[in-house]
Every structure is written in C-alpha cells, then in structure tokens.
C-alpha cells in the first residue's frame, strides 16, 4: 500500500528525531504530525504564489498593490512551522560532547 505524502513527511521527520528519546518522540507525535501537515501545505501554498504572486497590481496604476490572501497564509503557516520545528528540536535534539570537537591537538 502506498502511504500519502503526509505520512511520508511524518517518517521523514520521525527519522530526523531517530536517536531521540523513544519516550519524548512519542509524547511529541502529535507535534511531528503537526509539523509534517505544516511542510506539506506550505510547499502547496508557495506552489500556488508561484504561479499567482503574493500582490496584485492594479492595472492603470502599477503603484497601487494589494497583497493577496496566500500572502498571509503563507506567512501563518511558515510561523508555525518554525514554532512546532523549535519546539521539537527543543526537546528531541541529542546532546553532543562539546568538549570533543576535534580542536585539542590546536591548543
């Protein structure tokens, strides 16, 4: 059975997180979907900018603009993407060994 592109983005994400805690990963499993449906309907978003623009210009005057409603979402749903990606990274980074980054034979 072929998985739908949001449960594709979930593995890819979930892979990202694969050395994480196993007990923080699952408490944080509505967080990851939540960032994967985020991914996905902004690429959709901007695919669609792409070929509408973010302002529309009137066509006497080229100085009177509106932005368009994509626009805006696009800007909520990038906001909240990096709010759910800081908060997973937040909680799901794996702690690295600062003292070991190969600089000791330069002191």
């Known amino acids: 059975m072929e998985q739908s592109p949001l449960e594709i983005e979930i593995n890819r994400l979930k892979e990202e997180f694969k ?3 196993k007990s923080k990963l699952e408490v944080l499993d509505g967080l990851i979907e939540q960032a994967a449906y985020e991914r996905i309907y902004l690429k ?3 695919e669609q900018a792409i070929n509408t623009g973010l302002v ?3 066509p006497e005057d080229a100085k009177l603009q509106r932005a368009l409603p994509i626009s ?3 800007a909520r749903h990038s906001a909240a993407l990096t709010n759910i990606m800081d ?3 937040k ?3 794996i702690d690295q060994d600062d003292d070991d980054d190969g600089l000791d034979d330069y002191a």
Do not use: G, S, T, V
């Open 19 to 21: 050395d994480a805690d």
């Open 44 to 46: 959709r978003l901007n």
């Open 56 to 58: 529309q210009f009137h």
């Open 72 to 74: 805006a979402e696009i």
């Open 87 to 89: 908060k997973l990274l």
């Open 91 to 93: 909680h799901l980074a």
